[in-house]
Nanobody, 123 residues
Framework: QVRLEESGGGSVQAGGSLRLSCAVY????????MSWFRQSPGKEREGVAT??????TNYADSVKGRFTISKDNAETLVLQINNAKPEDTAMYYC??????????????????WGQGTQVTVSS
């Protein structure tokens, strides 16, 4: 059974950086589509970055040039947040689907989820 567990959230001032990690249990190699989503109070959960089994990445326009999704090792997915903005404040979720290519980052296309880690950016 694949299980995902996020860590690394916290508080940062605008312009600062944070590194989020997602540990993957029950499946080694990360040879499937992984994604980071985020959700702010009163808003829908939105996909911010995807990484497929071939190493291809995709980003939401709002985070391009500031966020980087990558693998740290065979069992850890990372989201590096640079030049953080107050609008990045949200609960961040790691998600996966056992497909080599990533579908568009819709919540309904992913069936493995972590519990989330909170990111707060102050101005």
């Amino acid at each position: 059974q694949v299980r995902l567990e996020e860590s690394g959230g916290g508080s940062v001032q605008a312009g600062g950086s944070l590194r989020l990690s997602c540990a993957v249990y029950g499946y080694t190699g990360l040879t499937f589509c992984m994604s980071w989503f985020r959700q702010s109070p009163g808003k829908e959960r939105e996909g911010v970055a995807t990484l497929d089994a071939y190493g291809r990445t995709n980003y939401a326009d709002s985070v391009k040039g500031r966020f980087t999704i990558s693998k740290d090792n065979a069992e850890t997915l990372v989201l590096q947040i640079n030049n953080a903005k107050p609008e990045d404040t949200a609960m961040y979720y790691c998600a996966g689907v056992l497909r080599r290519q990533c579908p568009p980052p819709r919540v309904t296309d992913f069936n493995r989820w972590g519990q989330g880690t909170q990111v707060t950016v102050s101005s």
